[in-house]
Structure formats: structure tokens, C-alpha cells
């Protein structure tokens, strides 16, 4: 069966309060569209855990920091309806720029020391303008759960954090990074590199494994760890890395391996910008763990 096509906040309102009315949980899949495997985790893991299920599909003009980059970003609504009808999707919200902001913003949700470091100092206002939409979508859909993808591992702890201190009532689900057979994290970008930048793109992942190798074999040094990483990206001249670092829960460097870590990179492949993440346990704490 087809997903609802909801293009207004008044049609989302009535859609979700009959879906509440029937006493259903409801889960809401936020996306910018041109959904791939990786949406389809979020969505599958959404359809097993609540009676109704949202996704919200859009292009988000208030977090891109480049204007070019907004208006390349792939727009495919009719192939995002199939994809969601294809998973028993029960509405896709994907309202137009002007429903989602009728008049310039004067009210923002920023969450800056978590947003401070990786992908916010290399995007200034992204953070903001996600947290913003991600805070209107949870006004308006008002889910009892929303999945975020763990490769956006940045994003994911600014709106947890979000929803911890504005006492919003979601759970926020993680769901595991969905990769290519060769490692390559499952993204929307992807579709832009060409034949050899495709070819290339894996070394990333390698990238981080090869840290998370170091951190596992008793590495503590973070500036060893990412040697590890950097060693390995050498290897592909048209790798350009933007960031690699090893951070704390709160998205912090830090200089010395301690209990959970992510190590976390963004490089560009040409005109494309690849992010990916690792969380990692140094080996003292797994080795202390009781139980173990
Ligand atoms: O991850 C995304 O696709 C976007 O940042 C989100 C969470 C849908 C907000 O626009």
C-alpha cells in the first residue's frame, strides 16, 4: 500500500491524532529524502517498534553552510514515496520551504558545546539549523520515538543532548551505520562521486579501522591512533582529509584514549564530503569489566 503523501502541519496534526486516538506509538524517521539502505534500517527498525510510522522528507535550507551544496542536494520525492510504500511506511511529511518557514526564523535551538568541534567548525550554523528542524518536526509530528542514523554520530548526540535538556517527550533510537559490502558508510553523497572516487572512497572506513585497531591492541595515545588512520588515507592521493580525530561522548578531542571513544573523520573525495565514525573501548576497561 501506498504512504500518505502529507504536504501541510495541518494535515500531519490530523494524521497523527487519529493515529494516537487508535492508541498506536508513533515513529517518526527524520530525512532530507533520496533514501537509500541506510534510511531503510532507520525505517524497518521504526515499523518494529511503533503502530504509525512518519517520515519526514526535507531539504533543510537552514543547515547547509554552502549554498551550491542546498541547491545540488538530490530532490526525488516520487522514488523517497515507493521506497517508503516499499516498507510499509504509513506517511511521509515532506512539506514545501515556505510551510516549514513562512517568515524568517527568529528563534533557534543550539546546543554549541557539543557542536563546537568536527563537522561544526568546518560548517558553521549546520548544527543549528539541524537542531532547529529537528526540534520543529518533533513539534509537529509529536513522535513517541525518533531513529537517527549512527554515522551522523555528531548530529545524533546534539539532539539527544537537545532532547535531554528541553525535556522533549521522544526517545531518540540510534540505529547501527548500514555499509557496502566494501565498508563504504551508506550515504546520499555517494551517489556523486564518480567511477574512481568510488573506488576510493572505502579507504576511509579502512581508515578507522586501522585506529580502532590500535585503540583494541593497547593504544592510549590519541595522537598514535590517528597516525594509525592517517597512515593508511596516505595511501589514496585524492583523499583529502578535513578532519580525524578521537573524541568523548560530549564530541570533545582528546589527547589520551580512556574508556569509550569515537574516533571520528570527514574527508573529501573531490567535490564530495564523506563522514564516518567508530566507536571504540580501549582495552583496560573491557579487560575490568566484572563479568568478563
Ligand atoms: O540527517 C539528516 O538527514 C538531517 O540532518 C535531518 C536530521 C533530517 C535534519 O534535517
Not at 524568517?104 to 549546520?126: I, K, S
Request: charged fraction near 25%; aromatic fraction near 6%.
Amino acid at each position: 500500500m501506498s504512504a500518505r503523501l502529507l504536504t501541510t502541519i495541518a494535515q500531519v496534526r490530523e494524521f497523527t491524532g487519529v493515529a494516537r486516538r487508535q492508541g498506536h506509538v508513533i515513529g517518526c524517521v527524520p530525512t532530507m529524502g533520496d533514501l537509500h539502505a541506510g534510511h531503510g534500517a532507520l525505517i524497518e527498525r521504526a515499523r518494529t517498534e511503533c503502530g504509525s510510522v512518519v517520515v519526514t522528507v526535507f531539504v533543510n535550507p537552514i543547515q547547509f553552510d554552502r549554498q551550491d551544496d542546498y541547491e545540488r542536494y538530490t530532490r526525488r520525492l516520487e522514488g523517497d514515496l515507493e521506497f517508503c510504500a516499499a516498507r510499509s511506511v504509513d506517511a511521509v511529511f515532506a512539506p514545501a520551504v515556505e510551510e516549514m518557514y513562512p517568515e524568517p526564523m527568529a528563534t533557534f535551538v543550539d546546543v554549541p558545546d557539543l557542536a563546537r568541534h568536527l563537522c561544526g567548525e568546518f560548517r558553521p550554523g549546520h548544527f543549528r539549523g539541524v537542531a532547529t528542524v529537528v526540534a520543529k518536526l518533533f513539534h509537529i509530528v509529536q513522535p513517541d520515538a525518533a531513529y537517527f542514523g549512527e554515522k551522523d554520530a555528531q548530529q545524533l548526540a546534539i539532539i539527544q543532548r537537545m532532547v535531554r535538556d528541553l525535556n522533549m517527550a521522544v526517545r531518540i533510537v540510534p540505529v547501527p551505520t548500514v555499509r557496502e559490502p566494501d565498508g563504504l558508510a551508506m550515504s546520499s553523497r555517494n551517489r556523486r562521486l564518480s567511477p574512481e572516487e568510488r573506488a576510493a572512497a572505502p579507504v576511509l572506513y579502512r581508515a578507522l579501522r586501522a585506529a580502532e585497531n590500535a585503540v583494541v591492541t593497547g593504544e592510549r595515545d590519541a595522537a598514535k591512533v590517528k597516525s594509525a588512520a592517517l597512515g593508511v588515507i596516505a595511501g589514496e592521493p585524492a583523499m583529502r582529509v578535513e578532519y580525524l580525530e578521537v573524541v568523548d561522548a560530549m564530541m570533545q578531542p582528546v589527547a589520551e584514549v580512556s574508556g569509550t571513544v569515537r574516533l571520528v573523520a570527514a574527508a573529501w573525495l573531490g567535490q564530495t564530503r564523506l563522514i564516518d565514525n567508530l566507536a571504540c573501548e580501549d582495552q583496560r576497561r573491557r579487560e575490568h569489566r566484572p563479568g568478563r
